[in-house]
């Protein structure tokens, strides 16, 4: 089996969010070799009335099908103690499958690239950390209009997880 790059967002705006992402991250890392954004923080997408989002992307070459990533992310969703109180709603750490390689992925349990990948600030300026060039579906992603007034702020520069 050969390596893939693929991309993944982490959010988490429940517990100790920074640790929580941390403690993903390290399980990632099992999983063949990462490079990590920066660390954002990000206004809530859904409900208002919930604590501001902590984000980062891992870039992650390895060599897992897509639907064993996959099982691998829910996985470390489920060991961190995902919480999912409602749509859109807080949780303890969302893992998601962005980019799979160049793949177009469309099954009942994962569609890549991610369905709102090129609409959320919140996961294009943390990719473009890792590859500023990079182009999605046709699109390069430093040239969308919501990288230049994002709505999140950095929180902590590319040496945060060692911490």
Known sequence: MSHVVTYIGLGSNLGDSPQILRDAIQRLNELGQLKVSRLYQSPPMGPQDQPHYY???VQLTTTLLPLDLLDQLQKIEQEAGRVRLRRWGERTLDLDLLIYAEQDIQNQRLTVPHIGLLER????VPLLDIDPDLIVK?????DLELVKHPSLTVVADGNWVEK
């Open 138 to 142: 046709g699109q390069k992603l430093k």
């Open 121 to 124: 600030d919140f996961v294009i």
């Open 55 to 57: 984000n980062a992307v």
